[in-house]
Every structure is written in structure tokens, then in C-alpha cells.
């Protein structure tokens, strides 16, 4: 289904709609980097900053003329629509906040949980990730694959530590890590997934992601050859695998 009320010309529209906003926001970040950040909240091993919700609202400005509905992690708001943008202004934002340049904006079109279109934005590096349902996955507009490893034993996993399990499920996901040979664990979602996507890393699995964490990966990973899994393990936390495929 390619959006039941979407056209294949609506959909490049609305692609190009959103790589242009997540480009704004991620400049609009650069501009912030070196300036104080303010922390509206700490919550567990998360943070929230006052720029987080300020990128928020500018992408929602920005994709206001769309007439689709946005589901964003900073902003409460009702959604009734299957059609909706999902967005993360600040996907890695304790990296963000402390200078670490593994951080992105990730705006993903979502159809039920199926995904359209998906964009991330790594603005320190200047990479835009953007993939079209059928129209293939690209990486500053030249086309990417997913790699072709086969072997555990060849393949690099990138990964995040589940918070608040016990410790048995902390044992059980330490145990899961025997056997690659390379273990990273960025923290951004949406940039581990970009990464599968175009092949820098093999495997994404973590426990405990909201969706607009890992969205925009959807589109990307799948369009790029790879295989996507996610599951509800909460009200709102998934379980994710993305994967080259191979593995």
C-alpha cells in the first residue's frame, strides 16, 4: 500500500518537503551547539532541552503545510490519523548536550506502521539519509545498500543498553553480544539504523526505543535491502532488529 491517499508524485512532494525541514533544523542546531543549553527536564537516563521543544515546533511550522498530522516526542498531541509524521527534533540528545557529534533530526511518514518516507539528518557530518517507498534509499542524493556480510563473526553490531531491566534480562543482553566482531553503541537510534542502511554497520538491535526514535529508519534500512522487526514491549517501548539482511 502506498498510502492509501497518496499519489507516487505526492509522496517525492512530501519527501522533498521533509529533507528540506530536517536540514533547517539540523542547521538551526549547528547554530546552537556552542551556545548554553538549557534542561527543561532529567527524567532516568533521559534529558530534555529547551531546544529540543524549540526544533520541534519549527519542524512542525515547516511540515504545517502538509495538512498531515505530527507525532513528535517533545509536544503531546492527540492523533487520529493513520497518515501522520513522526518526528524527533533531537534524536541523541545527552550526546548533543555534551558535544558529541552523534546526534541527528529524524522526521519519518508514517501510514499505520508502515513507513513512506524517512529522513535523517546527521548535521555535524552534513549526511542526509533519505528513503522513498520504492524509490530506494539515498545518502546526499547518491544511492546506498545495506552490506553484504554474512558471518556474525565479520559483522559489526551497534546496540544501546536497555534502562530498567533486571538483572536477568540485563544478563540475557550481555550474553546476546558473544559473538560479533565489533559491538557500538552510539547513542542515536536513528543514526544506527542509518548506518545499517548504508552499510557502515550490519545489525541495530535494542530494547526500550520510543517509534520516533527509530521511524525514519523504517524506510531507510528496508529500501536500502535490509529487513526491519519491531514489537511493542510497553505502552510505547519497542523492541527493534534492523538488519543487512544477511544475519
Excluded at 101 to 129: H, K, P, R, T
Aim: hydrophobic fraction near 40%; charged fraction near 30%.
Amino acid at each position: 500500500m502506498l498510502g492509501k491517499e497518496l499519489k507516487t508524485m505526492d509522496l517525492l512532494d512530501l519527501g522533498s518537503i521533509a529533507e528540506n525541514t530536517a536540514k533547517k533544523a539540523g542547521m538551526f542546531l549547528l547554530t546552537q551547539k556552542s551556545e548554553k543549553k538549557i534542561i527543561e527536564s532529567e527524567k532516568g537516563r533521559d534529558i530534555k532541552l529547551e531546544l529540543d521543544r524549540q526544533t520541534e515546533e519549527f519542524i512542525r511550522k515547516e511540515l504545517a503545510i502538509t495538512k498531515i498530522q505530527v507525532q513528535g516526542e517533545e509536544i503531546a498531541s492527540n492523533i487520529d490519523e493513520k497518515l501522520r509524521w513522526v518526528v524527533d527534533p533531537i534524536d541523541g540528545t545527552a550526546n548533543y548536550f555534551r558535544g558529541l557529534n552523534q546526534c541527528c533530526v529524524s522526521i519519518a511518514l508514517m501510514e499505520e506502521n508502515e513507513c513512506l518516507i524517512g529522513v535523517i539528518y546527521d548535521f555535524n557530518s552534513d549526511e542526509c539519509y533519505v528513503a522513498i517507498k520504492n524509490h530506494g534509499a539515498k545518502l546526499n542524493n547518491v544511492a546506498i545498500k545495506v552490506s553484504l556480510i554474512k558471518e556474525k563473526n565479520k559483522a559489526s553490531l551497534t546496540t544501546g543498553f536497555p534502562a530498567s531491566e533486571s538483572l536477568t534480562s540485563s544478563m540475557d543482553f550481555l550474553e546476546n553480544l558473544k559473538g560479533w566482531k565489533k559491538i557500538r553503541m552510539f547513542g542515536s537510534a536513528a543514526l544506527s539504523c542509518a548506518y545499517v542502511a548504508s552499510g557502515k554497520c550490519d545489525y541495530y538491535a535494542e530494547k526500550g526505543v520510543f517509534l520516533w526514535d527509530f521511524a525514519a529508519g523504517i524506510c531507510l534500512v528496508k529500501e536500502a535491502g535490509g529487513t526491519v522487526e519491531f514489537s511493542l514491549i510497553d505502552t510505547d517501548r519497542y523492541s527493534v532488529k534492523f538488519s543487512n539482511g544477511k544475519l
